[in-house]
């Protein structure tokens, strides 16, 4: 088990990181805001606010929420269980938001239509301070149960 906890220490340290790069993109876009047509610069940012969101989403439901299962000796699930399980131990406030973040994740890795691009921008605009309320939730709650200071 102490090895366990030695991965999601490493890994919270992971996203720690990914969580501050993904708070800087969403205060920068926050100041663009969501209009009819952007600057290539200001596509850039959101490309950078979309892809960072996509990947801190993947580390969180994918990787720390799978790494506490195990440490918690639990039988692992699909993603969906993992997100349940989550809202469950307090991590996140609400499964289906969670579900509708997973979703929007997948939208992003798979998208190509630029007419999609603003429908897109404001659903990460929405989400991502939920997804950054839940790493400070998750971190409190790693503190808490096995000692890992981040």
């Given at each position: 088990m102490t090895s366990i906890i030695n991965l999601l220490a490493e890994e919270l340290g992971i996203l720690k990181e990914a969580a501050n790069v993904l708070d800087y993109s969403y205060k920068k876009c926050?100041?663009?805001?969501?209009?009819?047509?952007?600057?290539?610069e200001e596509l850039?940012?959101?490309?950078?606010?979309t892809s960072r969101f996509a990947r801190l989403s993947d580390l969180l439901?994918?990787?720390?929420?799978?790494?506490?299962?195990?440490?918690?000796?639990?039988i692992e699930g699909g993603i969906r269980d993992s997100i349940n399980k989550a809202e469950k131990k307090g991590l996140i406030t609400d499964a289906d938001t969670f579900i509708e973040i997973r979703e929007l994740r997948n939208t992003i890795a798979h998208e190509y239509i630029p007419e999609t691009y603003k429908e897109i921008f404001v659903k990460v605009m929405e989400y991502a301070p939920v997804l950054l309320n839940s790493?400070?939730?998750?971190?409190?709650?790693?503190?808490?149960?096995?000692?890992?200071l981040s």
């Open positions: 926050n100041k663009i805001e969501i209009k009819k047509a952007y600057t290539e850039e940012s959101f490309d950078s606010l439901i994918q990787k720390i929420f799978k790494m506490i299962e195990k440490a918690d000796l639990e790493v400070e939730k998750v971190k409190i709650f790693c503190k808490e149960k096995y000692g890992i």
